[in-house]
C-alpha cells in the first residue's frame, strides 16, 4: 500500500524463500464477506515496526492479507506431516491458515505471521478453511494467559471477524467466523521433519537444519549441525513442558504437527487450565484415553521429540541423538526453576536443582493433599511466605521456601491487593463467550485480556531468579 508506515522498525525479511517451494505452497486468502477488528496487539505490533498502521490499513493487511512491503508476495501453505494420538498422518499440511509476512525484531530475532481461518488450501481435505469467531476469542486469551505467566507461546496479533456462518459439530451452530493472525518465531513442526524422512528427502531435511539453526535459532552451525539442531530442540521443549506445569495448563492436543521446534506453544484448540493440581485433568473431549492429560504433558512431549530423533535418522547415526534426547528429563528438571520461582516471587543467587525440585514436589504434595485452587496457592504465596491460614499441609511448603529470597517490595503492585488471583478457568471462558454470541457483548473480554496483562506487570519484576 503506498500510505503504508515506513517505521524504522519494520524490517522485511522474508527468509523462508530461501528454502525453495518443497517445503510450501503459495496460496490465496478467502474473500470474506465482512472484515471486522476485534482485537489487535499493539503491544506485539511495535516489536516489528507495525504500530503505526490504522486500522483501515491493518484489515487490509491481516483481514484482506495485502503483502506487507518487501516481503512475502504471496501467502504459503507449508507442508508437514504428524502423529494425531500416535497414529500417523501424512495428509497433513496448512489447511486453514499460512504464512503471510517475515519480519526482524531490534535484537536481530525473525518473528513471522501466520494465520489460522484464512480459507482453503491444497491441504484442507474436507476441511472449510475457517477459525470460528469463538474459536479466536479463546485462542487470544489463551496466549495472552500464557505470556503474563512466562510461558513461551505464539501471541494473537490479530482477530478479525469475517461474517460468514459456519456449521461446527462441537458447538451450536450456526456460528460466528473469523481469521486469526498469530506472530511466533516460526512455524517448522516435527512433522515438517516426519514428512521430510517419510520422503526420504535427505537433501531436504539438511536444508530445513541448516535454515532452523540461521533464522530460527541464530547460531552458527557446529561440527555435528544436525545434533546442534537436536540439542537445541531438546532443551526448548523440555522448558515447555516445565513451563505447562507451572502454570496449571492443559494444552489438550500435543500431536507431533503441534509442536513447534523452537519450543513455542501454539495451535490452541480445547485448552484449558486447571483449577486445582490434578495430573488427570484432559482439556480435550475426545482424549478418551486422557494421553494428553495435565500430568502427561511432560511425557507426551519427550514422545514427540522422540519422533523428531526419529526423522533426523536420515542425515544422522543414532548415538549423538539419542546422547541428546537422553538429557530431556534433567533439562525439564533445570528450568523447571525459572517459571516457578517466577510465580512465587522469590530469587536465588545458588543454582541447586535438588533444591529448586524439592520445593516443585512439596507444592505439588500440598495442592494434590488439599485440592486447593492453583491460582489461589502462588497469589498467596507470592513473595515467598505464606498465610496464617495455609494449615500444616502445608509446613513443607514453607520450610522449603525458607531457602529462598523475597524479591524486594514483591508484592508492592496493586494486583496483590485484589481480592482474587487472575484466573483462566473455563467458566469464565464460556460467561467471556456468552456475553459476545448473546449480546456482542465484547467488554468483558477487553477488561479480562487488561486483567491479564496487569497480572503479568506485577510478575514480571525483571528480577534475576539466579
Not at 526482524?104 to 530475532?109: F, I, K, L, S, V
Not at 491444497?122 to 495472552?144: I, M, P, Y
Request: aromatic share 12%; hydrophobic share 40%; charged share 25%.
Amino acid at each position: 500500500m503506498a500510505d503504508f508506515p515506513q517505521a524504522p522498525s519494520y524490517v522485511a525479511d522474508p527468509a523462508i524463500l530461501k528454502l525453495g517451494d518443497a517445503y510450501y505452497d503459495a496460496v490465496a486468502a478467502a474473500d470474506f464477506p465482512q472484515t471486522i477488528l476485534r482485537f489487535r496487539n499493539d503491544r506485539a505490533a511495535a516489536e516489528i515496526g507495525l504500530e503505526g498502521l490504522n486500522d483501515e490499513q491493518w484489515l487490509a493487511h491481516f483481514a484482506r492479507f495485502a503483502p506487507l512491503p518487501g516481503n512475502l508476495p504471496q501467502p504459503l501453505a507449508l507442508r508437514y506431516h504428524g502423529h494425531q494420538f500416535r497414529t500417523y498422518n501424512p495428509e497433513l499440511g496448512d489447511g486453514r491458515g499460512f504464512t503471510f509476512a517475515q519480519m526482524r525484531r531490534a535484537d536481530g530475532a525473525l518473528l513471522e505471521l501466520g494465520t489460522k481461518g484464512s480459507g482453503q488450501t491444497l491441504w484442507s481435505r474436507f476441511g472449510d478453511g475457517r477459525l470460528t469467531l469463538k474459536g479466536g476469542v479463546r485462542e487470544v486469551l489463551a496466549t495472552e494467559m500464557l505470556e503474563a505467566l512466562g510461558v513461551k507461546t505464539s501471541r494473537s496479533f490479530s482477530l478479525v471477524e469475517t461474517g460468514e456462518p459456519l456449521q461446527r459439530n462441537d458447538e451450536p451452530s450456526p456460528t460466528r467466523s473469523a481469521v486469526l493472525v498469530r506472530m511466533s518465531l516460526g512455524h517448522i513442526r516435527i512433522g515438517t521433519f516426519q514428512r521430510l524422512a517419510y520422503f526420504g528427502d535427505a537433501e531436504s531435511m539438511r536444508r530445513l537444519v541448516d535454515y532452523c539453526l540461521a533464522e530460527m535459532f541464530g547460531v552458527e552451525p557446529a561440527e555435528d549441525p544436525v545434533a546442534q539442531f537436536f540439542e537445541l530442540v531438546v532443551e526448548r521443549t523440555a522448558a515447555l513442558a516445565a513451563s505447562y506445569m507451572v502454570a496449571g495448563f492443559v494444552h489438550g492436543v500435543l500431536n507431533t504437527d503441534n509442536i513447534n521446534v523452537t519450543g513455542e506453544s501454539f495451535d490452541y484448540g480445547p485448552w484449558r487450565f486447571t483449577p486445582t493440581f490434578d495430573p488427570g485433568f484432559t482439556a480435550a473431549y475426545f482424549d478418551h484415553a486422557g494421553l494428553y492429560a495435565f500430568g502427561r504433558q511432560p511425557d507426551a512431549i519427550l514422545w514427540n521429540a522422540a519422533q523428531l530423533a526419529v526423522s533426523l535418522r536420515l542425515i544422522s547415526e543414532a548415538p549423538p541423538l539419542i546422547e541428546r534426547l537422553e538429557r530431556f528429563e534433567p533439562l525439564y528438571r533445570r528450568h523447571y526453576a525459572a517459571p516457578l520461582l517466577r510465580r512465587l516471587g522469590i530469587r536465588t543467587n545458588t543454582a541447586d536443582t535438588d533444591r529448586d525440585w524439592a520445593l516443585k514436589d512439596a507444592i505439588d504434595d500440598a495442592l494434590i493433599a488439599t485440592q486447593w485452587p492453583i491460582d489461589r496457592f502462588f497469589f498467596d504465596a507470592f513473595g515467598g511466605a505464606l498465610p496464617a491460614g495455609y494449615g500444616p499441609e502445608w509446613d513443607k511448603v514453607r520450610a522449603a521456601l525458607a531457602g529462598y529470597d523475597p524479591l524486594p517490595d514483591g508484592r508492592a503492585h496493586p494486583y496483590f491487593a485484589d481480592p482474587e488471583p487472575c484466573s483462566m478457568l473455563i467458566d469464565e471462558v464460556e460467561a467471556i463467550w456468552s456475553a459476545i454470541d448473546r449480546d456482542d457483548d465484547w467488554d468483558p473480554f477487553h477488561a479480562k485480556v487488561a486483567a491479564i496483562r496487569r497480572m503479568g506487570e506485577a510478575l514480571d519484576t525483571r528480577n534475576k531468579y539466579r
